[in-house]
């Protein structure tokens, strides 16, 4: 076993890492004599040795000229632990600045830096101390490397910084994720080789696919059985519950799935139709500032009609109330312009929501189907006093074959999305031509509440009054 003493971190680790080795190359009874004289400390030591037990797919590629590794691996796999254990162990080589990037601060923060498998537990195995500051966000280790959180939520806070490494956790979840990574990748630029991890359960993206195809990506991973510290039981259920299933395959085994068969939306169809996001201050002056998601707002367009649409749940028990604000601007095309749904909030909280989306873009109308409770959303409206009519519909159709006159919008390049909507698009490449549904949830509300309200922007042309010359 090789003694600490004076020797650096770096060298230790490795010189511990060839012990361990040899050790596994020796027959069981040798092992166990060996490990039966080591101390309670060297033991610790040798359980915090990753690179001891790590799967093939959790250890950096040994490729190289590689700038950008992708681990796309289902939940339970390891992800995060090989992460942390990838920037802890450059921390020490050097002083230099890490950009650690969560799908927001606070899973930034409670899974990278404090999690069980975080940078901070980490350190405690190797009776290390890191400097913490919550308030400043950063980590800093003793020779002066420092790593800062940073958000997918917000890409401008990746604009300036400037990085040798990066850790990027969860990739399909952020919510700006193509503008947040060109962000981060412009900022990518310190020292001799700048290099980026990303760590994601995969979902079908754009950024991913382009990611896999660049000569400079190198890609490991692996599945959820994998990891043999996780309890039997747990794994035996979530096979036998969804193996084999579209579900199974992406989030157990870690693949990234090409578009459901006949879907109605394809990836390349939404990808193609997203478009700037619009302004709600021009739409309605006096409300607040937007709740839209996407890229910067176009403020020097206005749109000739709003309409929000609504789905409503049956129950509290699960299902969302899909509200989805949607517009048509000059030329006929039509916008989704936000996303508002909301799950879990009784009939008077989610028809709250509905007036606030009213409000807040100065909608001319509300669509709301009539099965489940859309008279709820009229009284509430009323009792609100937002003064904008609402349209009761009924579903005499299945929602695949409403939905269908809506995807043709989109493909000919008549309907689009104006910003990033992630879960509203995974329900419409969920939805399918022969009226199967294979996205997220028990049903599609968000994507039902945005045909709704396309469906009435596109029977009628406009909401404004008109004077016709005789």
Same mark, same amino acid.
């Given at each position: 076993?090789? %003694?600490?003493?004076?020797?650096?971190?770096?060298?230790?680790?490795?010189?511990?890492?060839?012990?361990?080795?040899?050790?596994?190359?020796?027959?069981?009874?040798?092992?166990?004599?060996?490990?039966? =004289?080591?101390?309670?400390?060297?033991?610790?030591?040798?359980?915090?040795?990753?690179?001891?037990?790590?799967?093939?797919?959790?250890?950096?590629? #040994?490729?190289?000229?590689?700038?950008?590794?992708? *681990?796309?691996?289902?939940?339970?796999?390891? =992800?995060?632990?090989?992460?942390?254990? &990838?920037?802890?162990?450059?921390?020490?080589?050097?002083?230099?600045?890490? %950009?650690?990037?969560?799908?927001?601060?606070?899973?930034?923060?409670?899974?990278?830096?404090?999690?069980?498998? @975080?940078?901070?537990?980490?350190?405690?195995?190797?009776?290390?101390?890191? =400097? &913490?500051?919550?308030? =400043?966000?950063?980590?800093?280790?003793?020779? @002066?490397?420092?790593?800062?959180?940073?958000?997918?939520?917000?890409?401008?806070?990746?604009?300036?910084?400037?990085?040798?490494?990066?850790? #990027?956790?969860?990739?399909?979840?952020?919510?700006?994720?193509?503008?947040? &990574?060109?962000?981060?990748? *412009?900022?990518?630029?310190?020292?001799?080789?700048?290099?980026?991890?990303?760590? !994601? !359960?995969?979902?079908?993206?754009?950024?991913?696919?382009?990611?896999?195809?660049?000569?400079?990506?190198?890609? !490991?991973?692996?599945? !959820?059985?994998?990891?043999?510290?996780?309890?039997?039981?747990?794994?035996?259920?979530?096979?036998?519950?969804?193996?084999?299933?579209?579900?199974?395959?992406?989030?157990?085994? @870690?693949?990234?799935?090409?578009?459901?068969? /006949?879907?109605?939306?394809?990836?390349?169809?939404?990808?193609? %139709?997203?478009?700037?996001?619009?302004?709600?201050?021009?739409?309605?002056?006096?409300?607040? %500032?937007?709740?839209?998601?996407?890229?910067?707002?176009?403020?020097?367009?206005?749109?000739?009609?709003?309409?929000?649409?609504?789905?409503?749940?049956?129950?509290?028990?699960?299902?969302? #109330?899909?509200?989805?604000?949607? /517009?048509?601007?000059?030329?006929?095309?039509?916008?989704?312009?936000?996303?508002?749904?909301?799950?879990?909030?009784?009939?008077?909280?989610?028809?709250?929501?509905?007036?606030?989306?009213?409000?807040?873009?100065?909608?001319?109308?509300?669509?709301?189907?009539?099965?489940?409770? @859309?008279?709820?959303?009229?009284?509430?409206?009323?009792?609100?006093?937002? /003064?904008?009519?609402?349209?009761?519909?009924?579903?005499?159709?299945?929602?695949?074959?409403?939905?269908?006159?809506?995807?043709?919008?989109?493909?000919?390049?008549?309907?689009?999305?104006?910003?990033?909507?992630?879960?509203?698009?995974?329900?419409?490449?969920?939805?399918?031509?022969?009226?199967?549904?294979?996205?997220?949830?028990?049903?599609?509300?968000?994507?039902?509440? *945005?045909?709704?309200?396309?469906?009435?922007?596109?029977?009628?042309?406009?909401?404004?009054?008109?004077?016709?010359?005789?």
């Amino acid at each position: 076993m090789p %003694a600490a003493g004076r020797m650096s971190y770096s060298r230790y680790r490795r010189n511990l890492a060839n012990y361990v080795r040899r050790l596994r190359a020796l027959p069981i009874g040798e092992q166990r004599a060996l490990l039966a =004289k080591l101390s309670p400390r060297e033991l610790l030591m040798v359980d915090a040795l990753f690179e001891a037990w790590a799967h093939d797919g959790q250890l950096p590629p #040994c490729e190289e000229g590689w700038s950008v590794w992708l *681990m796309l691996a289902g939940r339970g796999f390891g =992800k995060t632990r090989a992460g942390a254990e &990838w920037i802890y162990d450059i921390g020490w080589s050097r002083p230099v600045r890490i %950009a650690l990037v969560g799908a927001n601060i606070d899973e930034a923060r409670r899974i990278m830096i404090e999690g069980a498998a @975080g940078l901070l537990s980490i350190a405690k195995r190797w009776k290390h101390r890191l =400097k &913490w500051e919550p308030s =400043k966000s950063e980590l800093t280790w003793p020779r @002066g490397t420092v790593a800062t959180l940073y958000s997918g939520d917000n890409p401008d806070g990746l604009r300036g910084p400037e990085h040798a490494f990066a850790w #990027c956790d969860e990739l399909a979840k952020w919510r700006h994720a193509q503008e947040s &990574w060109d962000n981060l990748q *412009m900022g990518l630029r310190g020292g001799i080789r700048p290099r980026a991890l990303i760590t !994601t !359960t995969p979902r079908p993206m754009a950024l991913l696919e382009q990611l896999r195809k660049q000569p400079w990506t190198v890609e !490991t991973g692996g599945k !959820t059985k994998d990891n043999i510290n996780l309890p039997r039981n747990f794994v035996d259920v979530m096979l036998q519950t969804y193996g084999g299933t579209r579900l199974g395959r992406q989030e157990l085994d @870690g693949e990234l799935i090409a578009d459901v068969e /006949g879907a109605l939306w394809t990836k390349a169809m939404i990808e193609k %139709a997203r478009v700037g996001q619009f302004c709600p201050e021009r739409q309605a002056p006096s409300t607040i %500032a937007s709740a839209g998601n996407g890229p910067p707002p176009r403020p020097g367009e206005e749109l000739s009609r709003i309409v929000v649409g609504v789905d409503p749940p049956a129950g509290t028990d699960g299902d969302e #109330c899909g509200i989805v604000v949607c /517009g048509r601007d000059g030329g006929g095309t039509l916008h989704v312009l936000e996303d508002a749904s909301v799950g879990g909030l009784s009939p008077e909280g989610w028809a709250n929501r509905a007036a606030a989306a009213v409000a807040r873009w100065g909608a001319s109308l509300v669509v709301a189907e009539a099965n489940n409770g @859309g008279l709820m959303v009229k009284s509430v409206l009323d009792a609100a006093e937002v /003064g904008v009519r609402v349209k009761l519909v009924h579903a005499s159709r299945g929602k695949a074959a409403r939905a269908e006159p809506v995807a043709l919008r989109f493909e000919r390049g008549r309907a689009k999305l104006a910003g990033d909507f992630p879960k509203l698009e995974a329900q419409m490449a969920g939805m399918t031509a022969g009226g199967g549904y294979q996205g997220p949830g028990r049903s599609p509300d968000r994507c039902d509440a *945005m045909v709704w309200a396309m469906t009435e922007l596109g029977e009628t042309k406009s909401g404004l009054p008109r004077v016709v010359r005789l």
